[in-house]
């Protein structure tokens, strides 16, 4: 069993900056491993240096990130594919008439996604 933190507002894999971007390195073997991970996301956080900064919009990106960090929730992997997970429908670049609906996970990497232009430029 694995477990993933997600936002859920939006079911999309919060990615641990430490493990990479990609949420595939945000997967925890355990639910401790997947706590412990959270407490340290919200422990850097709250000890952000942004917030003695002198410029308003430095406060104001802290004062975000802290609050979607607070927002973050633990979930069993099977679980969240099965019931939490939400998909979007894209187009390809080519698909001018919009005639071939692609339905995706919110978590696609770009570089995956027929409607962006890293899709074909690999």
Same mark, same amino acid.
């Given at each position: ?21 990609? !949420? ?27 917030? /003695?900064?002198?410029? /308003?919009? /430095? ?5 975000? /990130? ?24 894209? !187009? ?31």
């Amino acid at each position: 069993m694995t477990y993933y933190i997600y936002n859920p507002e939006t079911s999309k894999i919060a990615s641990n900056p430490a493990r990479g971007k990609s !949420y595939l390195k945000a997967e925890y073997a355990t639910e401790g491993a997947a706590k412990a991970a959270l407490t340290r996301m919200l422990k850097k956080a709250e000890t952000n240096p942004n917030f /003695d900064s002198k410029y /308003d919009w /430095d406060v104001e990106r802290a004062e975000r /990130d802290l609050a979607y960090v607070k927002k973050l929730k633990i979930a069993e992997s099977r679980l969240y594919h099965d019931c939490i997970e939400q998909f979007e429908t894209t !187009y390809s670049m080519y698909d001018k008439e919009r005639k071939n609906p692609i339905r995706q996970s919110v978590n696609t990497p770009a570089y995956m996604d027929p409607g962006c232009e890293s899709y074909w430029s690999m």
